[in-house]
């Protein structure tokens, strides 16, 4: 290769680490201070891009001059630091102190709800954007065209990089955040307005987002999936540099940047498998990235939040399981589609207690819980299209690919805990997504796979329900088991405290791996029986949507309680096929429901039923 | 025999010398206490015996067995039971849960997938709330106890892995004055009747020289004095860099309460 062709391959793997470190600057400060890992920074990227295609080409009508090029970049910035401080004073206010998953959850709230107003706003159809005035020629460099719009986002990076520096190191405010970064409750004692602080942190987190969503509108054109895409990659930037570090972001970002640039020319399909081994290698060394430091302990004893005492079902909720039992064996006396929705529920109820396990159980918050599921689909669907398998022995292969694929993640993930932890989970689920949708020859890409039929004597949809009724109860209350027994126990012990655990002689890090092991297999196994209740496969089971789907049903359901997932599930996918034909906004109304559950709501239905019980007859 | 031998124990936190060659052994049924002003190095001595902390040199061995660096969890199966400085118990857990738990874990049970945790070790459990005061509580969940008696259940749960070794950090520390006796008296008394050594680092001057075999004494990570409470009394070194004269009136009582 020539020495020419490497340096721009270089230059623009800078170009790329660039923008990522104007867009992961901000997510990592709004971290540092806030103690929030914000899903909506990926939706004021989005939002900064396409303020950026609507208000840059009115300026340049103007005068096409490069300074109005980049006013209107700045005024999209600005305009989305606005966004952000609507966020903070709405939202955010109000979840700075609920656990971590609450938090998550609610900021995918609003990413759901963005992702419907700009389709509102502004249609499904890629808007593209105009080219810089000035910037649109090629410079030569040994030899080789480079694009000077490239050359100058190179500087941008370093540029923000100083701004950020002098900003923190020669400002109040600047100061009171790097404060606020290392002891939050410090500075709330001496007595510094945290609202003001937050609010103004928000503005500059999300003025950030939308200035890397603005200057991407030469490169690439304003679209409605711009936000997840990113999210995650700055996630992957922000946990390698570590989080609250803005000098770990920038290094982490170029990096990455160097790495897919050169990862292109030896692996072309699998550079995001390279950046998660990267990831996962400054992870095992570094637990708390390049830069981060460890979060601190908390001086006092917090209870948990999660499954407090499994203990025993009382009378009247035994018969509301006899009851919830009967009805589902009673689903083939009404129609076929009450069939098909009620297959459906067992299914998703299965994959939903697995996850609680997990999050419930075991304290393990898991944001990418859907990856086991969807492998463990893939795995059946494929031994079933590819290899000409019957389903019998693919459903055996479903919980083992799954398994197989919690090992492999989890030896990472369970060295990890909180929110490092469930943005681990999240980019590993990613990744998982990506392999799935870039391995067309085998996977089939974005269109999946179809043929995933059960086999003859199966056929038949009632025959099927029946089947999956069987396999998912049996596998719910082996599960169930598991809590009340010592393993589960065991898992919540070390969640209450693992100094505690250890010391009584625990290994905490295995026992968690095999926790997660199981959970995933559980999973794996919900997901093959999914394919074979679909007849397909395709990439959404695995994706992002889905994860959340799953934590949606734990909220709906209640972490607390041992079968609120399942009851969560039941009610969820009742609720999302009911209404799902009836709206077009459909994310709209998931969105906001998942913020109101959050302020309103947070025990779920098995905390209602509870209090329903508790109250004297 | 030796139980605890701890050989020049050195540990650095940048610039800062937290242990500088400590050194100190300790018998069975023997209860050591380790004394000193904040930031002398007490709880980082402690935390490389009990293996949350690796020295940067040093030994420490238990009952002739190299322990050095080795994980909290392989220190507690060789036979050493641990206290926090601020307890540290499951917080989801009943009081009777806890201590089952920490059976379940010295049985080597805690991968069984099957059994009910809540009926494993019941009777044994009990027994070991009734040793130290608490059977009457065992049904409760242990966030409603009074942090006295979440002390005394966190006695059990170490006792529960059948220890030869006990370390106690400032085992009283935030307990009402008279809470703290009853808890020395009964560890004490728990120590001497099962042969097991006590370890342990103290701020209660009343406790110390009321309880302790011999003293340690330790100022900037380094031991400056050892020795019978009555000889460490007399030394006029630690009366002046560290009893005080509030130190010295707690030791004088002792010597008069214990004759």
């Known amino acids: 290769m020539e020495w020419e062709f490497l340096l721009v391959q270089a230059l623009s793997g800078l170009a790329s680490a660039s923008s990522l470190f104007v867009i992961a600057s901000g997510l990592t400060i709004v971290f540092g201070v806030t103690r929030i890992v914000n899903f909506a920074h990926g939706s004021f990227y989005m939002l900064g891009a396409y303020v950026a295609v609507t208000i840059v080409p009115w300026l340049l009508e103007f005068d096409r001059s490069p300074w109005l090029f980049f006013a209107g970049v700045l005024l999209s910035a600005l305009a989305v630091g606005a966004m952000g401080v609507v966020m903070e004073v709405l939202l955010l206010r109000r979840i700075y102190r609920v656990p971590e998953l609450f938090q998550l959850l609610a900021t995918f709230g609003v990413v759901l709800i963005v992702q419907d107003l700009v389709l509102l706003a502004w249609g499904p159809v890629d808007i593209p954007g105009p080219r810089a005035p000035g910037l649109r020629h090629g410079v030569d460099i040994a030899g080789q065209r480079f694009p000077a719009y490239e050359l100058f986002l190179i ?95 920038f290094i982490a970002a170029v990096m990455i940047g160097l790495l897919q640039a050169f990862g292109v020319l030896v692996f072309p399909k699998i550079t995001l498998v ?147 932890l469930a943005m681990l989970t999240l980019a590993f689920a990613q990744i998982a997504y990506a392999v799935v949708f870039q391995w067309v020859d085998v996977t089939g890409g974005d269109n999946g796979l179809v043929g995933v039929w059960p086999s003859r004597w199966a056929a038949s949809r009632e025959v099927y329900h029946y089947m999956v009724a069987a396999v998912t109860i049996a596998a719910i209350v082996l599960l169930r088991r598991v809590i009340h027994a010592p393993f589960g126990a065991t898992l919540r012990a070390a969640r209450d ?115 329903l019980r508790r109250r004297p007859a | 025999m030796t139980l605890l031998a701890a050989e020049g124990l050195v540990k650095r936190f940048g610039g800062v010398v937290a242990a500088k060659d400590v050194s100190f052994a300790l018998d069975p049924g023997e209860m050591l206490a ?96 009734d040793r130290v005061g608490m059977a009457a509580q065992a049904a409760r969940p ?55 050594g006590v370890l342990f680092t103290e701020h209660d001057m009343d406790a110390v020289f009321a309880h302790a075999d011999r003293i340690l004494v330790l100022v900037r990570g380094e031991i400056i004095a050892r020795g019978t409470p009555a000889e460490v009394r007399a030394d006029p070194e630690v009366q002046r860099v560290y009893l005080g004269h509030s130190g010295t009136r707690a030791a004088e009582r002792a010597k008069r309460a214990h004759g």
């Open chain 1, 155 to 249: 500087f941008v990076g370093p540029a923000v990089l100083g701004l950020l520096w002098l900003l923190m190191h020669r400002t109040r405010f600047g100061v009171l955040i790097r404060a606020a970064t290392q002891d939050r409750e410090m500075v709330g004692a001496l007595g510094v307005n945290q609202a003001m602080l937050f609010t103004g942190t928000l503005f500059l987190g999300a003025a950030l987002a939308g200035l890397g969503g603005a200057l991407q509108i030469p490169r690439v054109s304003a679209n409605p999936q711009m936000d997840l895409s990113i999210i995650t990659e700055a996630f992957v930037v922000t946990v390698i540099g570590g989080m609250g570090s803005v000098p770990g972001a």
């Open chain 1, 274 to 420: 390279l950046v998660f081994l990267l990831m996962a290698a400054v992870l095992v060394v570094k637990p708390w990235g390049l830069l981060g430091r460890p979060e601190a302990a908390a001086g006092r004893a917090v209870l948990p939040e999660g499954i407090l005492d499994p203990g025993r079902l009382d009378g009247l909720t035994r018969a509301l399981v006899v009851v919830a039992v009967a009805a589902v064996l009673a689903l083939p006396l009404l129609d076929a589609y009450a069939v098909k929705v009620g297959t459906e529920v067992l299914i998703l109820a299965l994959a939903a207690f697995s996850l609680n396990f997990l999050v419930g159980n075991g304290g393990i918050v898991s944001f990418g819980h859907a990856a086991y599921f969807g492998l463990g689909a893939y795995g059946a669907g494929l031994l079933v299209v590819k290899a000409g398998l019957p389903m019998e022995p693919a459903l055996v292969a479903a919980p083992i690919a799954g398994g197989l694929a919690a090992a492999l993640f989890g030896f990472f993930v369970v060295r990890l805990s909180g929110i490092y």
């Open chain 1, 497 to 611: 405290s693992a100094q505690r655990a250890d010391a009584i002689g625990v290994d905490v890090r295995m026992h968690r791996w095999l926790g997660f092991i199981l959970a995933g297999a559980a999973a794996g196994l919900a997901g093959g029986l999914y394919a074979f209740s679909k007849g397909s496969i395709d990439p959404t089971l695995l994706g992002i949507p889905m994860s959340v789907d799953f934590l949606s049903m734990l909220l709906l359901g209640g972490i607390q309680s041992v079968l609120g997932p399942v009851a969560g599930a039941a009610a969820f996918h009742a609720l999302k096929d009911f209404f799902l034909p009836l709206t077009d906004h459909w994310r709209l109304f998931m969105g906001l429901s998942i913020i109101a559950m959050v302020l309103l709501f947070p025990r779920g239905l098995a905390g209602a039923w509870a209090s």
């Open chain 2, 34 to 129: 380790i004394i000193g002003p904040n930031g002398a190095g007490k709880t980082t001595t402690f935390n490389m015996v009990g293996g949350q902390l690796r020295p940067d040199a040093g030994r420490v061995t238990l009952a002739g067995q190299d322990i050095t660096g080795i994980p909290p969890r392989a220190v507690c199966r060789l036979g050493v039971g641990r206290t926090f400085q601020v307890a540290q118990t499951f917080l989801s857990f009943t009081v009777l849960g806890n201590v089952q738990m920490a059976l379940i874990a010295h049985h080597g049970q805690t991968r069984r997938l099957l059994a009910d945790a809540a009926a494993l070790h019941r009777d044994d459990a009990l027994a070991l709330l």
């Open chain 2, 142 to 196: 242990i966030g409603e106890l009074a942090y006295g008696d979440v002390k005394r259940v966190e006695l059990a749960i170490a006792l529960a892995a059948a220890p030869r070794l006990l370390l106690m950090d400032e085992p009283t520390a935030g307990m009402a004055p008279s809470e703290r006796s009853a808890l020395m008296a009964l560890v004490a008394g728990i120590a001497r009747t099962e042969r097991i």
